[in-house]
């Protein structure tokens, strides 16, 4: 047979190997010189791909979306209002680009000095990593270097010797290999929190035989506003250990979690949304905004009265989180940023969205997980704001 004297032949083995040789040259010489500056890690050249299936690549990193005309000054806040009227625990994903991963607005000045004195004065609570983080947080920090002055050319400006910031005039260095420096230089110049997350290792004596892929736990992070916890109790804790305290996670989100984190491919970046009613209005706050089931408030009716009682109006908040995870391509750790959102409750009320906010309030009670109401504090502060929500009192 005629195909298999070609096979057999030298010479054909000879132009069957130089074929290959030149179209595998053609691949890397059309490659744009940004798909070469990472180490492709994920992609095998001769893999065909399921046309259905999207393609995510290591291009979506720097393909970034100059904002040339932002103002900072003039830029207003994202304004969620993300509630509804029943509260179901879900992931409630959309899909978004690299792009996006972070936002800014008029916000800014104030917030990155807040940050830097937290940073300063509470730095156990919010900064701390643990070794294996390290070549994480650095690919990160670099990968910044280039994402920040390409979205926020009017923010951020490049020089020879690192990133200048022209809001607080500080320059962020190239050249970095400490990972507390890096978390730093992150925290105080981006108004938004990063946590790295990695998969636990088999032989670890925490990995969990039972789970079906791996399990992620926080390995690293620089958070100034946690929503009533501290983010330093969490650190070397899987995500489920994480979300202990929150009901009906375990049940109802936990198993979907776990699949998706361990499935998130590099290229592909997510987004969601999440609210909550907080009577104090400080963007860090430790405690104060949760009730567990060992609380005293949990049982007593006097107690919670009391507590009704002091409910500030002016000082109360609607709380949101804008969150994004998306997978490093180069260690394939995973990102978790947020950035946090107040909104004085007098401002929903006056532009129109009382009754929808007081109803998404009533509403944390008659979703998939009513244990929500004391969890969040919700019968605490409820009674006052819903009636403030829809006219019946002032603040
Ligand atoms: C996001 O993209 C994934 C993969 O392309 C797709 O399966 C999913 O349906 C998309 N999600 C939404 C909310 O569009
Ligand atoms: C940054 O420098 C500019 C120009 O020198 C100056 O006007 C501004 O006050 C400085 N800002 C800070 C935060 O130091
Ligand atoms: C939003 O969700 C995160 C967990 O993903 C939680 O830590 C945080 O407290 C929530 N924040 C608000 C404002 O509800």
């Not at 132009?15 to 492709?40: M, S, T, Y």
């Not at 979205?151 to 400490?178: C, E, K, M, Q």
């Not at 670890?204 to 789970?211: I, M």
């Not at 944390?364 to 006219?391: C, H, I, S």
């Amino acid at each position: 047979m005629i195909q298999v004297d070609m096979v057999q032949s030298p010479l054909a083995w000879l132009l069957l190997l130089l074929g290959v040789f030149v179209f595998v040259a053609q691949r890397v010489l059309r490659r744009p010189p940004e798909q070469r500056r990472v180490p492709q890690s994920t992609t095998q050249p001769f893999t065909p791909r399921a046309k259905q299936q999207p393609e995510y690549s290591e291009d979506a990193y720097y393909d970034i979306e100059p904002l040339h005309g932002l103002k900072l000054e003039s830029e207003q806040p994202i304004q969620l209002r993300t509630f509804k009227p029943k509260y179901h625990l879900t992931m409630a994903l959309e899909n978004t680009t690299m792009s996006d991963l972070v936002a800014m607005d008029n916000t800014y000045e104030s917030r990155i000095k807040l940050r830097s004195d937290l940073i300063r004065d509470n730095k156990y609570d919010v900064l701390a990593h643990r070794p294996v983080v390290g070549p994480a947080v650095l690919e990160f920090y670099t990968w910044m270097l280039e994402y920040l002055p390409s979205r926020f050319p009017t923010v951020y400006t490049r020089t020879p010797t690192g990133l200048f910031n022209t809001v607080t005039n500080s320059t962020l260095p190239h050249a970095i290999t400490d990972t507390e420096q890096a978390l730093t230089l992150l925290g105080s110049n981006v108004d938004t929190d990063f946590l790295f997350l990695l998969p636990i290792p088999a032989t670890d004596p925490n990995h969990d035989p039972a789970s079906e892929g791996p399990q992620y736990r926080l390995e690293g992070f620089v958070t100034c506003f946690p929503s009533g916890f501290s983010t330093r109790s969490k650190l070397g804790l899987s995500l489920s250990a994480i979300h202990t305290p929150v009901p009906g996670y375990a049940a109802k989100l936990q198993k979907s979690m776990d699949r998706f984190f361990a499935a998130l491919p590099v290229g592909r970046i997510v987004k969601r949304h999440n609210w909550t009613v907080t009577t104090r209005p400080d963007l860090f706050a430790t405690s104060g905004t949760h009730i567990h089931s060992d609380d005293p408030l949990a049982e007593a009716d006097a107690l919670l009265e009391e507590e009704e009682e002091d409910v500030d109006l002016s000082r109360t908040v609607l709380r949101c989180e804008r969150q994004t995870l998306h997978r490093l391509p180069g260690t394939r750790a995973l990102v978790f940023a947020f950035k946090t959102y107040t909104y004085p409750i007098g401002q929903v009320r006056e532009e129109g969205s009382g009754e929808a906010l007081a109803e998404a309030i009533e509403g944390l009670g008659r979703g998939n997980v009513p244990e929500m109401t004391v969890y969040k504090r919700q019968v605490v502060w409820a009674p006052k704001v819903t009636a403030f929500l829809r006219g019946g009192i002032d603040g």
